[in-house]
């Protein structure tokens, strides 16, 4: 599953595949889901936050981190340690577990 705008399922949706939010960098949202198992690709271009400087994915429902993180660093960027991300917002629902 992946690029920007909003996904919406009628019914719960369950991903086991790869979620890659965002057009280099952008947003991806999915309305009514639980997702888990998921493999996670983000990009990172700038420090000047989500949508814009890196991707992130939106979930209306229920996120459980319990696959795999992939962050790539594009066009040469190289973030400052300690530099924090948003790269999973919920809305209405909660987010668990560990990538």
């Known amino acids: 599953l992946a690029g920007?705008?909003?996904?919406?399922?009628?019914?719960?949706?369950?991903?086991?595949?790869?979620?890659?939010?965002?057009?280099?960098?952008?947003e991806l949202t999915i309305v009514?889901?639980?997702?888990?198992?998921s493999a996670l690709?983000?990009?990172?271009?700038?420090?000047s936050g989500p949508g814009t400087g890196h991707d992130?994915?939106?979930?209306?429902?229920?996120?459980?981190?319990?696959g795999t993180l992939n962050a790539s660093l594009?066009?040469?960027?190289?973030?400052?340690p300690g530099t924090s991300f948003e790269i999973v917002q919920t809305s209405g629902g909660t987010v668990s577990g560990a990538f």
Do not use: K, W
């Open 32 to 37: 009514y889901s639980t997702i888990a198992n």
């Open 56 to 66: 992130r994915l939106i979930v209306n429902g229920n996120f459980t981190a319990s």
């Open 74 to 80: 594009l066009g040469g960027y190289n973030p400052a």
């Open 41 to 47: 690709d983000i990009e990172l271009t700038a420090a």
């Open 4 to 26: 920007i705008g909003t996904y919406q399922f009628s019914t719960s949706f369950s991903n086991s595949g790869t979620i890659a939010p965002g057009s280099a960098p952008g």
